[in-house]
């Protein structure tokens, strides 16, 4: 791999430590309801362990995400799932933590809660959020982080939060979710990075071929910074790649950090994610394709495992010296 102007110094490489993970990008397509509902259970059949579904409600062409979530977690039996990221601007906080938490409660623990200030906030403004500037819905995403987590502690019966762009006057938080639900960030500027450094659980970093391999890691260490002035460990924030690609017999070249996709066979993908994991930090690694089963199963059957065990070697093995 070209890692460009990376870290590559032994105690700088990105690897946190984090078990792998490994997940699939649903497409909430409303052309074919079914079609999508059958991709999951897929998934689900497969062993994924995560399903992501992106959420733009203005979207004409999109189901709702958060029925869609609901849907899929009735239709499976194991595989977790989580907005990809859930739009703030249309979801009030208090009214999304308590439907996470149903979530979570009617699947024993399977919902995580992707959450973003919003891409778009014209559209999101158009089908009826207030009009916020960009760095008013960051503020307004700071304030719905620390509402939902009231939300779901359970404490206290007379809840209040007085923002500049949310109010809690004396709601009664619950029910609690079944297991601690992790908010994973959906961020790409720097003060959204900083945000997320300060205050999440995970960071969802923008498709690959929005944020390329070396801008990701670059917004890795920005996160890590932001979590270490705010007196967090870095290692405690997951790392989820949107990893788009395909499937071929032969690659087209040698991989490099300014790629847009992975394109090649398994074992070339076996290379890159890795590389991923190792070097620029990643532990989660979201799989965006068209919902074909063959590609769905190579991922998971051929790619995850073998990815998981190079890493996990690596991890053990020692340190060259001066390396």
């Known amino acids: 791999m070209n890692v460009g102007a990376l870290p590559r110094s032994s105690n700088e490489k990105l690897d946190y430590g984090h078990p792998l993970e490994f997940g699939y990008f649903l497409t909430p397509d409303a052309g074919d309801p079914l079609g999508v509902l059958e991709t999951a259970r897929l998934a689900d059949a497969l062993r994924y362990d995560l ?3 992106q959420d733009h409600p203005y979207q004409a062409r999109h189901l709702d995400t958060s029925s869609l979530l609901a849907a899929t977690l009735v239709q499976t039996t194991s ?19 308590k439907s996470a938490a149903t979530l979570d409660l ?21 089908m009826g959020s207030p009009a916020l500037t960009p760095r008013e819905s960051l503020a307004a995403l700071e304030e719905a982080v620390a509402i939902m987590r009231a939300m779901w502690s359970g404490e206290g019966r007379g809840l209040r939060f007085d923002g500049r762009h949310y109010q809690l006057a004396g709601v009664h938080p619950g029910p609690a979710p079944a297991h601690p639900i992790q908010i994973w960030i959906g961020a790409n500027a720097p003060r959204a990075l900083a945000l997320t450094g300060r205050v999440a659980d995970g960071w969802v970093s923008p498709l690959m071929n929005y ?30 790649f949107l990893v788009p690609g395909a499937f071929t017999s032969t690659s087209q070249g040698p991989a490099t950090d300014t790629d847009q996709a992975v394109v090649g066979p398994p074992e070339h993908w076996v290379e890159v994610l890795t590389h991923f994991a190792l070097d620029l930090g990643f532990g989660t690694f979201m799989l965006v394709a068209p919902p074909d089963p063959d590609t769905l199963t190579t991922f ?3 790619v995850a495992p073998s ?17």
């Open 300 to 302: 998971i059957e051929d």
């Open 307 to 323: 990815v998981r065990e190079r890493v996990a070697e690596l991890r053990a093995a020692p340190e060259a010296p001066g390396a």
């Open 51 to 53: 399903i992501g579904v």
């Open 211 to 240: 944020k390329p391999p070396r801008e990701a890691a670059q917004g890795n260490l920005a996160i890590d910074r932001a979590a270490r002035e705010a007196g967090r460990d870095p290692r405690e924030i997951r790392r989820i």
């Open 79 to 97: 595989v977790r799932v989580f907005a990809a990221v859930a739009n703030l601007p249309l979801r009030p906080p208090a009214v999304l933590a």
């Open 106 to 126: 009617l699947s024993g623990g399977r919902f995580e809660l992707g959450l973003g200030a919003g891409g778009y906030l014209e559209a999101a403004h158009a």
